[in-house]
């Protein structure tokens, strides 16, 4: 697989405190990636520069071998965008929508435009005049007119905000579906870390503009063991189990080393006269890891 998608240290600086310090990451070929990070970390700045609509100070940005920097009509031809909330002519339909959205960039082709209306479900509705839109069906207008460039990489910014969880699966189910039928390469960010542990294949953290993780979601439960635990006594169990090597990741939440045996352990703090309610295993989650590396 070879990247589709290089971010090669970006730098950007609104005012004093930069937004963005050195940014890196790339997106292979059909990967579905998700950028995290808490307001304010560089998210939309980062696909801002990716769209070439935010210039960097530093660094630059390829699509498929081209420089958005450099060439930026001819690396973003294959690239659909759902960037910040789309705005429509309220007053006009979908369709009439579609082709002034389209005419901007590429050729309006009235067969494609209602295969990619009938795909996102919005065939129905078309001719309607986009007031009368619930915010999902404004969702799959933009998607609609994401998709009409017949992109090899869509670029998403908070694609599921504000949508219903029926609306947020339909979304889930819609990208999951494009990347096994066209191979589509799919960046976007979110702060559904649900959405991303199921749709995602990898993703970058980022805090205060520096990518501080990267990583397979397959990886996610690595060799740490964790235990969900519910204890009283916390000011004899948790020192206790802090000079066992155990860590306590949040309330609630400790990883164990290798050597401890959970049994032997629930025995000691019982031995201690701590009350244990539960000592299970989990699997670590993706936000587990967010909490642990945004802390
Ligand atoms: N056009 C701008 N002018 C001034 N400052 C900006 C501008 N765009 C972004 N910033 C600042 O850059 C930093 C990063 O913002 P960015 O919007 O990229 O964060 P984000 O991770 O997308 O946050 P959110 O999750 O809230 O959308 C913030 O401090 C923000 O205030």
């Not at 940014?23 to 970390?41: D, K, P, Q, R, W």
């Not at 860590?247 to 201690?272: C, E, H, K, N, Y």
Request: glycine share 8%.
């Amino acid at each position: 697989m070879s990247a589709m998608l290089e971010i090669d240290s970006l730098h950007k600086s609104f005012g004093p405190k930069p937004a963005l310090e050195g940014v890196t990451f790339s997106v292979m070929e059909g990967e579905i990636y998700g950028l995290l990070g808490h307001n304010g970390a560089g998210k939309s700045t980062t696909l801002g520069i990716i769209l070439g609509m935010v210039a960097p100070d530093r660094g630059e940005v390829t699509i498929g071998g081209v420089s958005v920097q450099r060439e930026r009509a001819n690396a973003l031809k294959r690239v659909g965008s759902i960037f910040e909330s789309p705005s429509f002519y309220e007053y006009l339909s979908g369709w009439e929508n579609l082709k002034i959205l389209m005419s901007y960039s590429v050729r309006f082709d009235p067969d494609e435009a209602r295969r990619v209306v009938e795909m996102v479900g919005l065939t129905e509705r078309i001719q309607s005049k986009v007031r009368t839109y619930s915010h999902g069906m404004r969702q799959r207008l933009a998607l609609a007119q994401a998709l009409l460039p017949m992109p090899r990489v869509l670029l998403l910014d908070e694609p599921t905000d504000g949508l219903d969880p029926e609306g947020i699966k339909w979304f889930r189910d819609f990208v999951l579906k494009l990347r096994k039928s066209e191979g589509v390469t799919v960046l976007f960010n979110s702060h559904l870390l649900g959405e991303v542990e199921v749709m995602c294949d990898r993703v970058a953290i980022l805090k205060a503009g520096r990518r501080v993780h990267e990583g397979r979601i397959a990886d996610l439960a690595g060799e740490e063991r964790i235990y969900e635990v519910d204890l009283d006594r916390l000011e004899v169990a948790l020192p206790f189990l802090e000079l066992q090597g155990c860590q306590v990741l949040s309330p609630g939440r400790i990883s164990l080393p290798d050597s401890v045996d959970p049994a032997v352990m629930v025995a000691a703090l019982v031995g201690l006269h701590v009350r244990v309610s539960a000592f299970a295993p989990v699997r670590r989650s993706l936000e587990d890891l967010y909490l642990e590396i945004t802390r």
